[in-house]
């Protein structure tokens, strides 16, 4: 069982459409929470971070952690065309390296 | 102010050939750190670097070399390249290891 499990999708929405984007995870030492956006043939790039339960909202985005449930989410209210991308899940728990773990992503198409 | 730099973007290689990926970031980052994608199989973390002449493995290190004899540049070697090392290569760096991620724009590589 992977630590991090993500639905993959793809995922299609019409333009305006409220787009909820899921992780669960296993390990309960996850401690910091991050949600990244990637473009095609782009690297990924920091959208949204938290470390503690409960919301935080930036402008559309609002990311949600529920660690007695050990699951989070990532909401995009009145989605655009140019959200359409791969959103990953990334968590990092406790110890020297402090890895971060990547859900495999979820492939978002908003369509105008 | 370029942020990470990854070349090349493309590369092909032959069973049993050996390169080198390079990355340099100029933001003065501690951390830098190896990653590959695979579909489905999200970012894997392959080598770290917590500071110049300090180096760790990650999750999927067999087959790869870095080394970190300045700040800014982080070189992955494929010593003998194999085909399960097809995949895209990002290179990312950060103030800390619980900051901030920036990420390169990945290499693509395909090993026949």
């Known amino acids: 069982q992977k630590e991090v499990e993500q639905d993959p999708g793809p995922l299609s929405v019409p333009e305006g459409a409220i787009v909820s984007l899921n992780c669960t995870y296993s390990?309960?030492?996850?401690?910091?929470f991050m949600w990244y956006r990637q473009y095609s043939r782009k690297g990924p790039e920091l959208l949204m971070y938290t470390y503690s339960s409960g919301n935080k909202e930036d402008g559309r985005f609002t990311a949600q952690v529920d660690k007695s449930s050990k699951y989070i989410s990532l909401f995009i209210r009145d989605s655009q065309p140019s959200d359409s991308a791969t959103y990953l899940c990334?968590?990092?728990?406790?110890?020297?390296?402090?890895?971060?773990?990547f859900g495999s992503g979820t492939q978002l198409t908003v369509l105008p | 102010n370029a942020g990470v730099t990854q070349t090349p973007k493309f590369q092909v290689l032959k069973t049993g050939q050996s390169m080198t990926l390079q990355c340099a970031q100029d933001?003065?980052?501690?951390?830098m750190s190896w990653y590959r994608q695979d579909p489905g199989m999200g970012l894997r973390l392959i080598h770290y670097s917590v500071g110049a002449g300090i180096t760790d493995q990650g999750e999927v290190p067999n087959g790869y070399n870095v080394s970190r004899s300045t700040t800014e540049d982080f070189p992955l070697r494929l010593l003998s390249a194999a085909p399960s090392q097809t995949s895209v290569y990002f290179c990312?760096?950060?103030?800390?290891?619980?900051?901030?991620?920036?990420f390169g724009s990945g290499t693509q590589l395909s090993v026949l």
């Open positions: 990312a760096s950060s103030r800390g290891t619980d900051e901030k991620l920036f």
């Open positions: 990334a968590m990092l728990g406790p110890g020297s390296a402090r890895q971060l773990t």
């Open positions: 390990n309960s030492a996850f401690q910091y």
């Open positions: 933001m003065n980052h501690e951390y």
